[in-house]
C-alpha cells in the first residue's frame, strides 16, 4: 500500500461518514421524521469512495436511486444533503428534488436518479462535454446489477466505445435488483458484456476499499489519456434493504448478520491499515467521533430549518418562460 | 429578403448559431451522413437534408453521426448540456419518442426543478413530424400534446420558412430544452427569409388573418391550411382571425381569450390525435376563461381517433383540410 496517512484518513472519513449517514436516515426514517422514501447504501461505501477519490471536480459521476453514497464520496455537503432528505427549504436541491434526485453541479455530481438505467446516456454526454472542451475531465456512471439490464446501459456502452469517450462504467452488484437475485437477472457476465462491447473491464471483491480503488485508478487513467470507456464491476451487497420498510424476505437467513460480521468494508479497511502500521486505531476512533458529530448536526440543522413555501411551487421549473 | 425553402430555414438557423457559438453541436443518425462508409462524406446531411453542408463546415468534433440508439444519444445530448454544451439532436422522428423519452421528460426536463434551480440544460430536440407523406402509422404521428404536457420542455411548431429560421435560433439560444417539431410535408414549402440572424420569441401568437367573425387557432402544417380556408371564407363574406400560437409550451393564452372576447366564435385546428390533444387544451381554456364570449359552441377539426393509415385514399381521410376547416366555420357561424 502506498498510500499517505492523509490520503488513508481521508477515504475512512468518507466511507464512514456514509455509513453514518445512512444509519442515521434509517433511525430517523423509522422514526417517521423523513417523508417518502429511501435507499440506503451502507454496506457499499468502498466501491463509491474508491472510484470517487480519483476524481476530481471537473470530473462528473451520475449516480442511481441508492445515491445518497456516490453525492459524499463526490463532495456533496452532508448538511444540505440531510436537509435535502428533510424535504426543507435550504436542502441542497431546495427541497424539490429529495433523496433519490441529489445533484450539485458545481461538485460534478449529476445526480441521484429515480430511474433504474437513467444515467449511463447523461454520463456520455458529460463525458462528450469534457472531450470537446478538452477539460481532461473522465465521466462516471454507477448503475446497478438492475441497471446493468436496461437498453440504456448497454446503448451507453455502445456509444462510449464508438464515440471513445472518457467514461468509466460502474457496476455495482449489490446481489439484488430490489427483490431479484443478479444471479438469475443477469444473462451472461459484466466483464463478458464489457468484452462484447471492446472495453476493457474488472471485477473487483466491493467490500476491499483498496481492491476497488487500485482497479479504478487504471481505468480513470486510461479515460484521462483519451484511451476510451472501460467497465468496473464491483461486487458487493447493501445491509439494508432495497427502500426503508422492505422486510428483506428474499434474504437468505442469517445473511445480512454474516455480512455485518464479515464483509464490513470499514472494518476491513481498519483490520488493513493498522495491520500494516499505517494507521492507529485511535486515529479512526477520532475520524468515528469527528463524524458522529457532524452527522448529529446534519440532523438538527435538518429538523429546525423551514420547509419551502407556496411561493417556491413553481420556481425552477424553466430558467424563463 | 430571399425565397428559402422550410428546409434552408432551419439548416441557415443551425449553421449560424454554429458559426457565433462554439458549444452548439449537433448529433443525430446520418446527420452528416455515411459514417465510416466508403462513399462520400456527408452523403446525406440528415434523412431529409436539413443538416446537410454542417458537417464539411464544421467537423466531426461538431457534427456527430451516431449509431440508432436514441436513448443513448437523446440522453447524451441532455446530459452535454447540463454541463456546458447547447447541443442540437435530432430525434430523426418524432414516433421514435419511444425508444427515449425517459431521457427526455424524466431527465432533460426535471433537471432544473429537481436540482432546486442549479441546472440549466440548453437543449434543442429537432423533431419530424406530421402526415401526408405516405408513411404509415409509425413515421407520420405528431405527437407534440405529449411534449406539452411536460412541465420544464418547450414545445415549438414553425408554420413556414420565416418561422422556422427565426424560432430555431430563439431554440438554440434559450436556455430550457426546447422540442423542435419540423413538419416533413413542409420542408419545400418557400417563403421569404432574410438573410440576416432574427430570433422570434416563444409564447407570443403569431395573427397571419384578422377578422372579426371567427376566431381560428391552428398549428403547424395547419395554419396554412387554416389561411387558406380563411381566404376561401372571405369571399363568403365571414372574416377569420388566425392565431398561430407559434409554441405549444409557452401558450400564449392571452392573444386567444383576448380574440375570442372579440369573435365570440373558436375553432381550433389540430393535426394530433383529438384525445388530450391541443384541441381539446384551447377548447378547455376557453371554456374556462371566455365562456360567456362565446356565441357557438367551440368546433375543433382533428384527425380521428385512430393511427395513421398508410394507403393514400384512407390518408387523405385521415388528415384535416381547408374544406373541413370551412365547415366547421360555417357550423359555428350558423349557431346563435
Not at chain 1, 463526490?74 to 431546495?94: A, H, N, P, T
Not at chain 1, 436518479?113 to 444515467?119: F, L, P, Y
Not at chain 1, 455485518?260 to 476491513?268: F, G
Amino acid at each position: 500500500m502506498q498510500h499517505s496517512r492523509e490520503f488513508l484518513l481521508d477515504s475512512y472519513r468518507r466511507m464512514a461518514t456514509i455509513r453514518r449517514f445512512e444509519d442515521r436516515v434509517h433511525d430517523e426514517f423509522a422514526g417517521g421524521k423523513i417523508p417518502g422514501f429511501v435507499h440506503l447504501y451502507a454496506g457499499e461505501e468502498a466501491s463509491a469512495v474508491g472510484v470517487c477519490s480519483h476524481l476530481e471536480n471537473r470530473d462528473v459521476i451520475a449516480s442511481t436511486h441508492r445515491g445518497h453514497g456516490h453525492c459524499i464520496a463526490k463532495g456533496c455537503d452532508v448538511g444540505d444533503m440531510m436537509k435535502e432528505i428533510y424535504g426543507r427549504r435550504s436542502g441542497l436541491c431546495s427541497g424539490k428534488g429529495g433523496s433519490m434526485h441529489i445533484a450539485d453541479l458545481s461538485k460534478g455530481m449529476l445526480g441521484a436518479n429515480g430511474i433504474v438505467g437513467g444515467g449511463p446516456p447523461l454520463i456520455c454526454g458529460a463525458a462528450l462535454t469534457a472531450k470537446y472542451l478538452k477539460t481532461g475531465g473522465v465521466a462516471v456512471a454507477f448503475v446497478g446489477d438492475g441497471g446493468s439490464n436496461q437498453g440504456t446501459t448497454l446503448e451507453s456502452y455502445n456509444l462510449a466505445k464508438i464515440w471513445n469517450l472518457p467514461v468509466i462504467f460502474v457496476v455495482e452488484d449489490n446481489g439484488y435488483a430490489e427483490s431479484t437475485a443478479s444471479a438469475w437477472s443477469v444473462g451472461g457476465s459484466q466483464t463478458g458484456r464489457a468484452a462484447g462491447f471492446g472495453m476493457p473491464s474488472a471485477e473487483v471483491d466491493g467490500f476491499d476499499f483498496f481492491a476497488v480503488h487500485d482497479a479504478a485508478r487504471d481505468m480513470v487513467e486510461r479515460a484521462r489519456k483519451g484511451g476510451g470507456p472501460s467497465l468496473l464491476h464491483v461486487k458487493l451487497m447493501r445491509f439494508y434493504g432495497h427502500f426503508e420498510g422492505d422486510a428483506m424476505t428474499y434474504r437468505g437467513p442469517g445473511e445480512v448478520a454474516r455480512l455485518r460480521e464479515e464483509k464490513d468494508s470499514l472494518k476491513i479497511f481498519r483490520g488493513k491499515v493498522t495491520a500494516a502500521g499505517l494507521l492507529q486505531d485511535h486515529e479512526l476512533d477520532i475520524v468515528e467521533e469527528e463524524i458522529t458529530d457532524l452527522i448529529d448536526g446534519a440532523v438538527r440543522a435538518a429538523e429546525t430549518d423551514v420547509f419551502p413555501t407556496a411561493a417556491d411551487l413553481l420556481t425552477d421549473v424553466y430558467v424563463r418562460y | 429578403m430571399t425565397k428559402k425553402t422550410y428546409r434552408q430555414a432551419i439548416n441557415e438557423a443551425i449553421a449560424s448559431e454554429m458559426r457565433r457559438d462554439h458549444r452548439v453541436i449537433v448529433m443525430g443518425e446520418d446527420n452528416a451522413g455515411g459514417m465510416g462508409a466508403p462513399g462520400e462524406d456527408d452523403a446525406w446531411g440528415g434523412v431529409l437534408g436539413v443538416t446537410k453542408g454542417l458537417q464539411p463546415e464544421f467537423g466531426r468534433d461538431r457534427v456527430l453521426d451516431t449509431p440508432i440508439s436514441e436513448s443513448a444519444f437523446i440522453g447524451a445530448a441532455a446530459g452535454a448540456a447540463a454541463t456546458g454544451l447547447r447541443p442540437i439532436a435530432e430525434l430523426m422522428f418524432v414516433d421514435f419518442m419511444g425508444v427515449c423519452f425517459d431521457q427526455i421528460f424524466n431527465q432533460a426536463a426535471k433537471f432544473r426543478y429537481m436540482f432546486g434551480g442549479k441546472a440549466v440544460t440548453p437543449l434543442v430536440i429537432r423533431t419530424m413530424y406530421g402526415a401526408g407523406f405516405r408513411a404509415a402509422s409509425q413515421h407520420s404521428q405528431c405527437l407534440y400534446p405529449i411534449f406539452t404536457h411536460i412541465p420544464g420542455l418547450k414545445v415549438v411548431l414553425p408554420s413556414s420558412p420565416y418561422e422556422a429560421k427565426g424560432l430555431m435560433i430563439q431554440a438554440i439560444r434559450d436556455d430550457d430544452p426546447v422540442i423542435f417539431f419540423e413538419h416533413k410535408v413542409m420542408y419545400d414549402d418557400t417563403g421569404d427569409v432574410p438573410d440576416e440572424s432574427y430570433t422570434i420569441p416563444f409564447g407570443e401568437a403569431n395573427l397571419t388573418r384578422e377578422g372579426d367573425d371567427v376566431t381560428i387557432v391552428a398549428f403547424g402544417r395547419m395554419v396554412n391550411f387554416a389561411n387558406q380556408a380563411a381566404d376561401e371564407m372571405k369571399r363568403d363574406g365571414i372574416a377569420a382571425t388566425v392565431i398561430d400560437p407559434r409554441t405549444t409550451s409557452p401558450l400564449d393564452t392571452e392573444t386567444i381569450l383576448d380574440s375570442v372576447a372579440e369573435t365570440g366564435r373558436l375553432v381550433v385546428v389540430d393535426e394530433a390525435h383529438p384525445r388530450c390533444s391541443m384541441a381539446a387544451d384551447i377548447s378547455r381554456l376557453v371554456a374556462e376563461e371566455a365562456f360567456d364570449a362565446l356565441k357557438a359552441p367551440i368546433k375543433t377539426v382533428t384527425p380521428p381517433h385512430s393511427p395513421v393509415p398508410f394507403s393514400p385514399a384512407l390518408e387523405d381521410l385521415y388528415v384535416p383540410n381547408p374544406a373541413r376547416i370551412r365547415e366547421a366555420v360555417q357550423a359555428v357561424m350558423a349557431a346563435n
